[in-house]
Nanobody, 122 residues
Framework: QVQLVESGGGLVQAGGSLRLSCAAS????????MAWFRQAPGNEREFVGAINWNGGLTMYVDSAKGRFTISRDKANSTVDLQMHSLKAEETAVYYC???????????????WGQGTQVTVSS
């Protein structure tokens, strides 16, 4: 079991930066692969990026490459999403999630946080 709580969302101007954090608790966090997804109003939830259990691997959706960075802190059981050069179309609720396997597929992630709202004004 993994419990996840996101924080750090808010309002930012286009071109600005924001850092989201996901606090995890539970015995299996250390062995879990972690990801961030986002869902804009009227859209399906989409993959943003992921980091593997030991932090040695990351992957990102093409639109996030070079602008977003995912990191994890084993000691504090947190996973962060640093976002730069944000765009208005990236306004969405951002979710943290955990999975046993290394994948971008939403269905494989069986633990989810409640989400945090990110609003990018143009």
């Amino acid at each position: 079991q993994v419990q996840l709580v996101e924080s750090g969302g808010g309002l930012v101007q286009a071109g600005g930066s924001l850092r989201l954090s996901c606090a995890a608790s539970g015995r299996t966090f250390a062995s879990s692969n972690m990801a961030w997804f986002r869902q804009a109003p009227g859209n399906e939830r989409e993959f943003v990026g992921a980091i593997n259990w030991n932090g040695g691997l990351t992957m990102y959706v093409d639109s996030a490459k070079g602008r977003f960075t995912i990191s994890r802190d084993k000691a504090n059981s947190t996973v962060d999403l640093q976002m730069h050069s944000l765009k208005a179309e990236e306004t969405a609720v951002y979710y943290c999630c955990a999975a046993r396997i290394w994948t971008w597929a939403q269905g494989a992630y069986n633990y989810w946080g409640q989400g945090t709202q990110v609003t990018v004004s143009s």
